[in-house]
């Protein structure tokens, strides 16, 4: 096909293959394994699938409404009552949206202006930036050193201005396995208190969470969840990301600009799915579970490298793992993480990638969302660097 011969004046002209794409991609050409992407190896329950097959048998195909099945957005109204005593009206606060990603990027377009500033805290997810320059918003990063990767709320106190609009945070958080503490949220609290901010709080870790602490919710704190919009993900919670499926919470007011944006971006998502996790959903055992059952899954592959050349971090949270690697090599983390790939046989992703401005601690994280076999091997090869 011939090209187009216009000028394209790109919207994203710094953005090309993500990491993530770039990681898998090398570990399916090299036969490594794939500790680099966010996703887990073992089945989904058998029971959500045999519901989600019976929703289409039972001819639950054609579009949902457009926030989502009420008896799906009730469920998730109970949920946040009994683990947080949060208070959603599930007809005006809640929305089921196409995964947590879709959900971040439709909060943003719909709430932030050109020249908004917008408070991010990193390293971070790697949808945050280019979601609010392409609504035309202004990124201020906050970069976070290793190994506690506190924030200093005092100094992120100084960088609020009339142009502030919106907070972004992320706990359990991604890349790092950090979660905030009550004394966190409660100093977002205060340096917000009386502004315009809106805080978008990205919560799809929630479930898991480790060492017997508890989840810290924006929507456990009144003052702050009035003027949150709150991200969660049912692919994280069981186990099912390739369903794409997840939810926002916030008040009426918010949602309502939310919605806006969501008819428009998706309308509605996924019916069948949506009926099997309104019934699925029905048991709270079928999510309670999920931090037992990952910190398992931590400890397991934290014995295994025990030993290693590699230093783990502190991880209290997610299903990511970072490890130090200054003790093998002072290579940057980009050209390290491919070495180990193509010679070790272990894909994983570098930290440095997670910041505006690359900030390289000799850090990899490796997803141990993996069956015991799989982390056996990872390890093993693991071992052998030195």
Not at 221 to 243: C, D, M, N, Q, V
Not at 272 to 279: D, G, K
Not at 326 to 348: C, P, Q, W
Request: aromatic share 12%; proline share 6%; charged share 20%.
């Amino acid at each position: 096909m011939s090209h187009y011969k216009g000028n394209i004046n790109s919207k994203l002209p710094t953005v090309g293959t993500t990491i993530f794409t770039i990681m898998s991609g090398l570990a399916t050409e090299t036969s490594a394994i794939n500790l680099s992407q966010g996703f887990p190896n073992f089945p989904v329950s058998p029971e959500l699938i045999r519901l989600y097959h019976k929703a289409m048998t039972d001819g639950f195909n054609q579009y949902a409404p457009m926030p989502g099945l009420i008896g799906l957005r009730e469920r998730i109204a109970e949920k946040m009552e009994r683990l947080y005593s949060a208070k959603y009206n599930p007809e005006t606060e809640i929305t089921i949206t196409a995964g947590g990603t879709q959900a971040l990027y439709t909060a943003i377009t719909a709430l932030i202006h050109e020249g908004d500033e917008v408070i991010i805290f990193e390293p971070a997810y790697d949808s945050y930036v280019p979601a609010i320059e392409l609504a035309g918003g202004v990124v201020i990063h906050v970069p976070l050193t290793p190994p506690e990767y506190k924030i200093d709320w005092q100094s992120v106190k100084k960088m609020i201005n009339p142009k502030t609009r919106m907070i972004m945070i992320n706990t359990p958080q991604n890349p790092t396995g950090t979660i905030f503490t009550a004394l966190d949220m409660q100093q977002l609290e205060n340096i917000t208190k009386d502004t315009d901010i809106i805080i978008l709080s990205d919560e799809v870790y929630e479930h898991i969470i480790f060492d017997g602490y508890e989840h810290q919710s924006v929507a456990r704190f009144p003052l702050l969840a009035e003027r949150s919009l709150i991200i969660y993900s049912f692919g994280k919670t069981f186990h099912a990301t390739g369903w794409k499926t997840g939810y926002a919470l916030g008040p009426e007011n918010l949602m309502k600009e939310f919605r806006k944006v969501h008819q428009f971006l998706v309308f509605s998502v996924n019916t069948p799915l949506q009926v099997a996790l309104a019934e699925y959903m029905k048991d709270e055992n079928n999510y309670s579970g999920l931090s037992s059952f990952y910190q398992e899954k931590r400890d397991y592959f934290l014995k295994q490298i025990k030993g290693s050349a590699f230093v783990p971090l502190p991880c209290n949270g997610s299903y990511f793992q970072l490890l130090d690697y200054s003790k093998i090599t002072n290579e940057k983390d980009t050209d390290y993480a491919i070495r180990v790939t193509k010679e070790n046989g272990v894909a994983s992703i570098p930290v440095s990638v997670f910041y505006g401005t690359p900030k390289d601690h000799h850090l990899l994280r490796f997803c141990f969302a993996k069956d015991n076999e799989t982390l056996e091997k990872a390890a093993e090869r693991l071992q052998k660097i030195k």
